[in-house]
């Protein structure tokens, strides 16, 4: 099985930077994803990592250490539109399938 | 390109009721996934596809049944309903043929079983 760990919620000001980590263990790992989700939406693809290091997309980084069980989404620039709940899937090798499993999201709120 | 639909996008059932979730895609991807999300506890597999004609059981795929007896269509399919699947339900769909594929996710269907 695997085991996902992110923090439930988060605060930040608008125009500053703020930090998701998300933590796991699992056998066969085969990448690690993160995703946008909007109230009453679908979550959207923000970013990819299956090797150690940063991977950076315009305001959006992520970072990931394989060793470690370990990732974080790295947000510049706050925006009020940014205010979403951000999901980490670690996909694993299943029976010869590779499957996303995901970790239960961080709120993020933005505040001015 | 529509991407990923699902039907009904709402729907209320009575407890012991039946139907059927529907999901197509036009994006010629092999994987399909169905997924149920509730507060607190994220996006949870129920069954998933790799392929026209397969489907496997996730991590909760009690009281749910599935086919994909077309490669763009992942049916998703409710027995007897009762009140503990009252959930948001999303349909996804990715393909392997680089590891980057990422899922693309359907707007979601909102099941109330009273």
């Given amino acids: 099985g695997q085991n996902i760990d992110q923090p439930t919620e988060m605060t930040a000001t608008e125009g500053a930077i703020v930090q998701i980590n998300c933590t796991y263990q699992t056998s066969g ?7 946008q989700q909007h109230a009453g939406e679908a979550p959207t693809f923000l970013s990819y990592n299956v090797l150690d290091g940063l991977e950076e997309k315009g305001r959006f980084s ?3 250490s394989r060793s470690k069980g370990y990732s974080y989404l790295l947000l510049k620039e706050l925006q009020m539109k940014d205010s979403a709940s951000y999901l980490c899937a670690v ?3 299943s029976g010869g399938s590779y499957i996303p ?3 239960r999201g961080t ?3 933005v505040h001015p | 390109n529509a991407g990923v639909t699902q039907t009904p996008k709402f729907r209320v059932l009575k407890t012991g009721q039946s139907m059927t979730l529907l999901c197509a895609q036009d994006m010629n991807h092999e994987y399909m996934y ?4 509730d507060p607190g ?3 949870r597999l129920i069954h998933y596809s790799v392929g026209e004609g397969t489907t496997a059981k996730g991590e909760v795929p009690d009281g749910y049944n599935v086919s994909r007896l077309k490669k763009q269509n992942f049916l998703l399919g409710l027995e007897s309903a009762a009140p503990s699947q009252t959930s948001v339900y999303f349909c996804a769909s990715s393909n392997m043929r680089t590891q980057e594929d990422e899922q693309f996710f359907g707007p979601g ?3 109330t079983v009273l």
């Fill in chain 2, 109 to 111: 269907t909102r099941l």
């Fill in chain 1, 107 to 109: 709120s993020l709120i």
């Fill in chain 1, 101 to 103: 499993t995901f970790g």
């Fill in chain 1, 91 to 93: 996909r694993s090798s």
């Fill in chain 2, 34 to 37: 169905w997924y149920r999300q």
């Fill in chain 1, 62 to 64: 992520s970072f990931l």
């Fill in chain 1, 29 to 35: 790992f085969n990448g690690l994803f993160w995703y």
């Fill in chain 2, 41 to 43: 506890m994220g996006l």
